[in-house]
């Protein structure tokens, strides 16, 4: 067989190998966006990515399951149990709500305070204001057998913005009122506030897709950045120094997702504080309340997988290509020109 012979078969089966590589590259790209579209949350875990497209497209297989979010944070924040420290205590479920949403109020009443008063107390009396000092709701509600009670409010679409306040009395007869100690009358009052926030949502364009990142604040809000490299988003809150702030953030799972973490000012947030709360997760997406005081801040959440980047068996096809391609160049000048 001659040389020139020779240096076609080479050829021939470096071309047929070139282009099994580059088919075994699309089949598994395939695979990938196939993934990609059907996961529920929107792409595959950047986990399972391993530049094997065995190890690659059995971890394709199983992206739904795995493209999830979590927080170690708590889902609600402690209650607030009434004790001889605090003998009636009242909050709301969230610290920030968005207009047209539902407000969960919630207290209760330390047993030995209804012992104190001596007579039969059945019920509060709860009324919420605007920061107009507006009357928004009013009404009374039962006190059960533990000494807890509940209510729950919708705001209107047009409710107004800023802190709005709760005020829990427990109503007695008067001629019972009157014998009262000072001391005791004044534990017959209670207050909290929540702030009512509009949200605003931020752009982001990652890997030719659009995601918004929803912020919710009674601070200001500035320095949005997407962070394709590390996993995060940040931005920067600032307030009125001496007053509290709280952020909502909602985070799509098809940018962000995995292990959420909240760090401020470079100050990871322990799971065990209760000044981060995972307020809601649904397949789209999680929602976060953030607490501080107010100054300025520096806010990064951060998660374990990011929107996936330029798949990797193309990358690692084309580097087999490139290699195939050099060996047939390399036996070419060798043996001569073939044409």
């Not at 610290?95 to 008063?117: A, D, Q, R």
């Not at 752009?203 to 929803?214: I, L, Q, T, Y």
């Not at 919710?216 to 590390?230: G, L, P, Y």
């Not at 940040?234 to 292990?259: D, M, N, W």
């Amino acid at each position: 067989m001659s040389n020139v012979d020779k240096n076609n078969i080479t050829v021939t089966l470096s071309m047929v190998i070139a282009a099994s590589l580059f088919s075994a590259g699309i089949l598994s790209s395939m695979s990938y966006l196939s993934a990609f579209a059907q996961s529920p949350n929107g792409s595959p875990s950047k986990g399972n990515v391993t530049g094997s497209i065995v190890s690659e497209q059995q971890g394709n297989a199983n992206a739904s399951a795995n493209m999830s979010s979590s927080a170690s944070y708590k889902p609600t924040y402690p209650s607030e149990r009434a004790d001889e420290r605090r003998p009636f205590t009242v909050h709301t479920e969230n610290h920030l709500y968005k207009p047209g949403e539902e407000v969960k109020v919630e207290g209760t009443v330390w047993s030995s305070l209804i012992e104190e008063i001596g007579s039969e107390v059945s019920t509060v009396t709860l009324n919420i204001t605007d920061n107009k000092g507006n009357v928004t709701a009013e009404e009374d509600v039962e006190i059960d057998d533990n000494g807890e009670f509940s209510a729950t409010f919708s705001l209107p679409d047009d409710a107004e913005l800023g802190s709005h306040s709760i005020a829990a009395v427990i109503e007695v007869q008067a001629d019972v009122l009157d014998t009262m100690s000072a001391s005791v009358k004044s534990k017959l009052e209670t207050s909290a506030r929540f702030e009512v926030v509009s949200s605003n949502a931020f752009a982001v364009n990652a890997e030719g897709k659009n995601f918004e990142v929803d912020i919710a604040s009674n601070s200001t809000v500035r320095d949005f950045e997407f962070k394709q490299q590390d996993k995060k988003v940040s931005f920067v809150v600032e307030g009125e120094t001496g007053t509290r702030g709280v952020t909502q953030i909602t985070i799509p799972k098809a940018l962000l997702s995995g292990e959420m973490m909240v760090s401020i000012d470079g100050e990871a947030i322990p799971p065990e504080s209760s000044e981060v709360v995972a307020i809601a997760e649904t397949e789209e997406g999680m929602t976060l309340e953030i607490n501080y005081h107010h100054s300025e801040h520096t806010v990064e959440v951060s998660g374990t997988n990011v929107v996936p980047e330029f798949p990797v068996s193309i990358i690692v096809m084309a580097a087999a290509i490139g290699s195939v391609i050099a060996t047939v160049s390399v036996v070419t000048r060798k043996r001569g020109s073939l044409f």
